[in-house]
């Protein structure tokens, strides 16, 4: 596709379960960002992918987030033990060129809406 | 700590009003500024800007950017129901693991027909 895919579009789950979110990048694409985005607030960086280089976790907020990518391209967060304050639309994002790159724009993926009971 | 403010944090205006959107920034190794327009769920990209003075416009958007007061504004002229959204702000850098954004937490537009 032309863009970036996520999966789902909405996820209803009960507290305490464990949650997976995915995120098809923009092919080509070396950077991938998450982000979460609670009810009428702005953006909060979770983590960041490039290419190889280790991950840049320092925006998840317990260690009940995690976040793979593998192959350089699919990436997965996973939520375990949700919490009802998980809630959130956790949107996904790539761009063109990491580390070093003039520019950072970054291309967003519908999200995905999580709704813990 | 980086930090992106965006005012006012909500707006209403009729149809054919003109409106400006205020960011400041405080983001160290500051490359770019950002604007995005979000309706629904993912924001789309409006605007990039990496020199001060420069306006750039799409349309009935224009935006420009002053580095040494760490600010942006994003006006928008003749407004249309269509434009209402969350328009973001977020400012780009690099740390060591790459560029980031940081973004502000958004200006609420809404305009009446």
């Known amino acids: 596709g032309a863009g970036v895919s996520q999966s789902p579009s909405n996820k209803v789950t009960e507290k305490g379960k464990d949650v997976e979110l995915r995120c098809d990048p923009i092919?080509?694409?070396?950077?991938l960002y998450w982000y979460r985005q609670s009810l009428g607030q702005g953006l909060e960086f979770l983590i960041y992918?490039?290419?190889?280089?280790?991950?840049?976790k320092s925006g998840l907020p317990s260690d009940r987030f995690s976040a793979e990518r593998t192959g350089g391209s699919v990436s997965t967060l996973t939520i375990q033990r949700t919490q009802q304050e998980d809630s959130a639309v956790y949107l996904c994002?790539?761009?063109?060129?990491?580390?070093?790159?003039?520019?950072?724009?970054?291309?967003f993926g519908p999200g995905t809406r999580l709704t813990v009971l | 700590e980086d930090k992106v403010v965006q005012s006012p944090l909500s707006l209403v205006v009729h149809e054919g009003d003109t409106v400006t959107l205020n960011c400041s920034y405080e983001?160290?190794?500051?490359?770019?500024l950002l604007w995005y327009k979000q309706e629904k769920k993912a924001p789309t990209f409006l605007f990039m800007l990496?020199?001060?003075?420069i306006e750039k416009k799409s349309g009935r958007l224009s935006s420009i950017l002053d580095k040494k007061e760490l600010f942006s504004i994003l006006n928008i002229t003749a407004t249309q129901t269509g434009d209402s959204a969350v328009y973001l702000c977020?400012?780009?850098?690099?740390?060591?693991?790459?560029?980031?954004?940081?973004f502000g937490g958004g200006t609420r537009l809404m305009v009446k027909p």
């Open positions: 992918f490039q290419g190889n280089s280790a991950p840049d």
């Open positions: 994002a790539s761009s063109l060129e990491g580390r070093g790159a003039l520019y950072n724009e970054q291309f």
């Open positions: 983001v160290t190794n500051f490359r770019s």
């Open positions: 092919s080509g694409h070396t950077a």
């Open positions: 977020a400012a780009g850098y690099d740390n060591n693991a790459g560029n980031m954004l940081t």
């Open positions: 990496t020199s001060s003075g």
